[in-house]
């Protein structure tokens, strides 16, 4: 069955830098757009990022697309997540989604904290 297992997360100080890993298994990932959703303490799910199949086509909402970079491995199934100079309003937990016609599959999430 599809699994989405993130990793990387942790405590930083406002400016420093985190990767994010999202492992995935159960489905071919090499065939499908991969996302980055991210749920603030209090908030909604906001969309962070997301990745076409091969990986040369990246998107992002202009308030991060200066800090943040998608990437994967399809020989790998992982997909990444390069954060750089980190706000704390970039705390929160972070999802590996993926969608299907019908249905999402998400991990478990990896906490992300911005704080001095």
């Known amino acids: 069955q599809v699994q989405l297992v993130e990793s990387g997360g942790g405590l930083v100080q406002p400016g420093e830098s985190l990767r994010l890993s999202c492992a995935a298994s159960?489905?071919?990932?090499?065939?499908?757009?991969m996302y980055w959703v991210r749920q603030a303490p209090g908030k909604g799910l906001e969309w962070v990022s997301h990745i076409n199949t091969d990986g040369d086509r990246t998107y992002y909402p202009d308030s991060m697309k200066a800090r943040f970079t998608i990437s994967r491995d399809n020989a790998k199934n992982t997909m990444y997540l390069q954060m750089t100079s980190l706000k704390p309003e970039d705390t929160g937990v972070y999802y590996c989604?993926?969608?299907?016609?019908?249905?999402?599959?998400w991990g478990q999430g990896t906490q992300v904290t911005v704080s001095s």
């Open positions: 989604n993926l969608r299907l016609m019908f249905k999402q599959y």
């Open positions: 159960g489905f071919t990932f090499s065939s499908y757009w």
